[in-house]
Nanobody, 124 residues
Framework: EVQLVESGGGLVQPGGSLRLSCAAS????????MSWVRQAPGKGLEWVSA????????YYADSMKGRFTISRDNAKNTLYLQMNSLKSEDTAVYYC?????????????????WGQGTQVTVSS
């Protein structure tokens, strides 16, 4: 059974940091590109970041560049998102998603596997 389990979300003050993790199981993790996607209250999905199977290429949405860092540990079947300098507008449910073939794109339908999400709330 394929599982993606996010963790690390929570309540943080503006300017603070969080590190999200996504533990993968049930598929060959290093055959898959991975992405982080978020959904703010009342809004649609927003692509946050993506990484190829071997981490040789990454993507960040403009508003995340310089603040967020995506990484992966294929030995641990785990994806990470380090989030620094958090802002209130980063408040959202954050999902990890997996796409076979090793390279990423930003098309939801190309990602068959999704986690259940972890809530990130940035508020004073």
């Amino acid at each position: 059974e394929v599982q993606l389990v996010e963790s690390g979300g929570g309540l943080v003050q503006p300017g603070g940091s969080l590190r999200l993790s996504c533990a993968a199981s049930g598929f060959t993790f290093d055959d898959y590109a991975m992405s982080w996607v978020r959904q703010a209250p009342g809004k649609g999905l927003e692509w946050v970041s993506a990484i190829t199977w071997n981490a040789d290429s990454t993507y960040y949405a403009d508003s995340m560049k310089g603040r967020f860092t995506i990484s992966r540990d294929n030995a641990k079947n785990t994806l990470y998102l380090q989030m620094n300098s958090l802002k209130s507008e980063d408040t959202a449910v954050y999902y990890c998603a997996a796409r076979s073939g090793g390279s990423y794109n930003l098309k939801r339908l190309d990602y068959p596997y999704w986690g259940q999400g972890t809530q990130v709330t940035v508020s004073s």
